[in-house]
T-cell receptor, first 116, second 114 residues
């Protein structure tokens, strides 16, 4: 299994809702990442987990809450989002420790989030 | 210093032609340079990557050329096909101090006309 899977594919939520995005990889990768991507822009790093511990938080607002229940799973809990948070949310994983120089990151297909 | 500048923003190439996308960086600590291909509605897919100790790397129709002294690298797509139409992102990273953080270029939207 050489892929990163994400669910759901699409999500529409109101500003008062609570929802979660899920990501799974079965490649034995040690690091997992959340990115946000706006249309026609490059991905922006949000969080990095290494060995199930949060190692990087790119000053993301607290309405986004990541969780890594085990080495294969990564969640992103969403609460009280704003319309400007609408974007494609991408999960990625890498075999190497994030501190390694040659960190090949493999991306999932993303969750298209719309906040009304 | 953390930026990666990518050009052109968009590119139209005829089928069978060569597509060339260029990237430039400032930070000499970068030591890993991948290219990602992204189709609409999909996540980026790692296409090819190079390390600064190599000046060129070829995989099928895709070639990375790397000029360390000029701090530039480019992607060449030979015999471009309509199926290559996608957005291409170059990136750079330095692992030890930045947690493998990829610094992406702004992307190039490639359209290959039949």
């Amino acid at each position: 299994d050489t892929e990163v899977t994400q669910t759901p594919k699409h999500l529409v939520m109101g500003m008062t809702n609570k929802k979660s995005l899920k990501c799974e990889q079965h490649m034995g990768h040690r690091a997992m990442y959340w990115y946000k991507q706006k249309a026609k822009k490059p991905p922006e790093l949000m969080f990095v987990y290494s060995y199930e511990k949060l190692s990087i938080n790119e000053s993301v607002p607290s309405r986004f809450s990541p969780e890594c229940p085990n080495s294969s799973l990564l969640n992103l809990h969403l609460h009280a989002l704003q319309p400007e948070d609408s974007a494609l949310y991408l999960c990625a994983s890498s075999q190497e420790d994030p501190w390694s120089s040659y960190n090949e990151q493999f991306f999932g297909p993303g969750t298209r989030l719309t906040v009304l | 210093q953390q930026q990666v500048k990518q050009s052109p923003q968009s590119l139209i190439v005829q089928k069978g032609g060569i597509s060339i996308i260029n990237c430039a960086y400032e930070n000499t600590a970068f030591d890993y340079f991948p290219w990602y291909q992204q189709f609409p509605g999909k996540g980026p897919a790692l296409l090819i990557a190079i390390r600064p100790d190599v000046s060129e790397k070829k995989e099928g129709r895709f070639t990375i050329s790397f000029n360390k002294s000029a701090k530039q690298f480019s992607l060449h797509i030979m015999d471009s096909q309509p199926g290559d139409s996608a957005t291409y992102f170059c990136a750079a990273s330095r692992g030890y101090n930045q947690g493998g953080k990829l610094i992406f270029g702004q992307g190039t939207e490639l359209s290959v006309k039949p």
